[in-house]
């Protein structure tokens, strides 16, 4: 008896749930007819608001045109560096002037590298339709000779220096010791004029980098040179013009035909390009014997080539073409498997390791002869050699003969080292860094200091792992006033904190442990490329590069629905606050989530005012789950519906106020929100 009722009971139950499951089915088909009716509707209005992408474009063409336009009213003698036969003449005029007074070096120095972050960002910022080739490659060049002929100066005003070294005697020593510095440069120099064993070690007091020589370098006629340059003109060039990466969206259906096909050959191309640097057309040497590779990706800054309306977005395969490292997922699994790794395990990997906090040009250097006061006559030997380093190692020693140097370095307070630094020398032959030829590194984290010794003297740089912030714990991007928010990266060892107004960022606060650190770079409006390059140059990088997916376990998303969500996020930021939701991760690769909130007063956002929104490009679902929940669920919000965008998803539960204040953003905020958002790649990287 027992056991029918039980079969019966069995047998209701499961008609029960087939009958609430058909109801649940027959809802979810009204659902999604009713946004296919509206969805041309929808695209259309989506369309309009786009419209702000196209004329922040607009507007950027404009104002380059400007920026030359008044470069070349102003007449204020500096050369336009785009001009050819101006920045030559620029620099023949520099290579005849004969005053090597180091003070005057430094300042014309000045120009020479503000000339050469202009070009850079010209190469970062230029959309492809604006810049030829043949510019590209001028502008590569130039900049390059630039770097050169401001190294050769350094080395002018330091024989300069040298020749008259006996007039800096230190009353200790015997000695001439100097440290000359402004914020680009600092020069440590010091003369063996005593040769005397007792005096082989040296430590500069302002700048606490310090050298201990063997002793057949104590007893010779040399000059010892640390010259730090704040800046990296020793890597190669790529990896300093290296922009947003570009990026391909295609129709989900289109997806897999199209990875097989031709969109590999062009990123084979660039692979080859960016892989083997020293192509001998690209290349010329540099008075030091620095190879210089020109090899630098071409990059774009074109905004979408927004999608049409309706039927036609349908029909063919929408490409947006935008700047990312997004790629078609497809395509980078098969192009990463043909490339080759690097087998020398002493040669540094640029696109994982970066130099951090400039270069060390650490030399060792024949005295030239000194100057001699006779009665009111000062006389010299003039040679006609310029800077000549001293051989060391000499050449007929044995290895167990050559004893190393032993040289300490006072880390910079303008970066941040996370992790101790990898220490690289530069090998001009293999135009690499590499980490072998250095040995007994300690790294005394109190004193913020590092020593080691070397076989040799080398140039010398810090290495930092580029992506030891990624992935990002957390991220929250909301308004806090008319065309303004505030952008937060919780990532692994710090807090960045981004605001942004009209066409402008600043960077508010970079937190380690709750302490405010970098205080040389928060604070100021400057543009997104700026904020990109002074936080990478501080060691704090929250930008993906094109190939930080190999280091970084990365959340992956289809481009499709990565892309559209920083766009519409974009077009709402003015009165949407958004973040992190740890849903994403279990969403699958075809879907974000994010947490959305209504945000029109100044102030944080309250947890429970947070609403979770699923979108995969085409299609936006409000979730029923919230951050707390048991697991996650695709089911909808009671009472909501689909939306073919976010845009009206979010209207569906937004006051009139908001949507207004959506409809009257400037377009310039829109932009910098999206290339910002781009930049960081949240959906992905947390």
């Known amino acids: 008896q027992s056991s ?3 079969r019966l009971q069995a047998q209701q139950e499961e008609a029960a749930r087939l009958e609430k499951e058909r109801i649940e089915q027959e809802q979810m088909e009204k659902l999604e007819a009713k946004d296919q009716e509206r969805r041309e509707s929808e695209l259309a209005e989506l369309h309009s608001l786009e419209q702000k992408f196209l004329a922040a474009q607009q507007w ?43 003070q005057l070096v430094m300042e014309k120095g000045e120009q020479v590298l503000n000339l050469i972050q202009k070009l850079q960002f010209l190469l970062l910022d230029t959309p492809p339709n604006e810049i030829t080739e043949k510019e590209t490659v001028q502008y590569q060049e130039s900049i390059l000779e630039l770097q050169n002929l401001l190294h050769q100066k350094y080395n002018g005003a330091t024989e300069h220096m040298l020749k008259a070294a006996n007039m800096h005697e230190d009353s200790d020593t015997g ?85 097989k096909g031709s969109v590999e050959e062009p990123e084979e191309e660039e692979k080859k390009a960016r892989e083997e640097p020293d192509v001998p057309a690209e290349e010329e040497t540099c008075s030091d014997g620095r190879k210089s590779a020109i090899s630098v990706k071409e990059n774009s800054n074109s905004i979408a080539d927004i999608n049409e309306t309706g039927e036609e977005t349908e029909k063919k395969s929408e490409i947006l073409d935008i700047p990312s490292q997004v790629q078609d ?33 650490i030399d060792v250097l024949q005295l030239p002869p000194q100057v001699k006061q006779i009665k009111d006559w000062r006389m010299v030997e003039v040679l006609d050699v310029g800077l000549e380093a001293y051989p060391y190692p000499p050449e007929e020693t044995e290895d167990a ?155 992956k998303k289809a481009p499709l629905a990565e892309v559209r969500a920083y766009q519409q996020m974009a077009l709402v930021a ?39 929104y699923m979108f995969n490009g085409q299609k936006a679902q409000k979730l029923k789950i919230t951050e707390t929940s048991e697991a996650f669920s695709e089911e909808l919000e009671e009472g909501s519906e689909f939306h073919s965008t976010l845009y009206h998803m979010l209207k569906d539960f937004a006051s009139k106020e908001a949507i207004d204040k959506v409809e009257t953003a400037s377009f310039l905020f829109i932009d910098v929100v999206y290339q910002l958002l781009l930049a960081t790649r949240v959906l992905t990287y947390s």
């Open 4 to 6: 029918e009722e039980a």
């Open 60 to 102: 950027k063409t404009d104002y380059r045109a400007h920026a030359k336009w008044e470069h070349y009213l102003s007449c204020d003698g500096s050369p336009d560096p785009t001009v050819l036969q101006e920045i030559n003449a620029f620099m023949s005029l520099w290579r005849e002037d004969q005053n090597e007074d180091i």
């Open 175 to 259: 000695n001439m010791q100097a440290v000359i510095k402004d914020k680009n440069v600092t020069f440590c120099i010091w003369a063996n004029l005593k040769k005397k064993v007792r005096f082989k070690n040296h430590m500069f007091c302002d700048t606490q980098h310090g050298f201990d020589l063997p002793k057949s370098l104590a007893v010779s006629s040399v000059a010892v040179r640390i010259l730090h340059t704040h800046y990296d003109h020793v890597s190669p060039l790529w990896l300093h013009c290296q922009s947003v990466p570009k990026l391909e969206v295609l129709d989900s259906k289109e997806l897999t035909q199209h990875s």
């Open 329 to 361: 997922p497809l395509t980078q699994e098969e192009t990463n498997e043909k490339e080759e790794a690097i087998t020398d395990e002493n040669i540094v990997d640029l696109q994982q390791f970066v130099p951090v906090g400039g270069v060390y040009h």
């Open 401 to 555: 003969t050559r004893p190393p140097v032993r040289i300490t370095l006072r880390l910079s307070d303008n970066v941040m080292y996370f992790e101790d630094p990898v220490i690289a020398r530069w090998d001009p032959a293999g135009q690499q860094w590499r980490t072998d030829g250095i040995s007994n590194i300690t790294y005394e984290t109190q004193e913020g200091s590092i020593t080691f010794e070397m076989g040799a003297f080398y140039t010398i740089a810090l290495l930092q792992d580029a992506h030891l912030n990624m992935p990002y714990q957390a991220w929250e991007l909301r308004p806090t006033g008319m065309d303004e928010a505030l952008l937060t990266v919780t990532a692994v060892f710090a807090t960045i904190q981004i605001q942004i107004k009209g066409n402008r960022c600043m960077l508010s606060s970079v937190a380690v442990e709750e302490k405010d650190v970098l205080s040389h770079i928060t604070g100021k409006w400057i543009s997104l490329l700026d904020l990109r390059a002074v936080l990478k140059k501080a060691g704090v990088n929250i930008f993906p590069g094109e190939y930080s997916h190999k280091y970084v376990s990365v959340n």
């Open 574 to 612: 003015s009165a949407f606050a958004f973040a992190w939701s740890k849903w994403n991760l279990e969403a699958g690769q075809e879907q974000v989530v994010f947490k959305v909130s209504e945000h029109l007063k100044a102030d944080s956002v309250r947890g429970k005012d947070w609403s979770l």
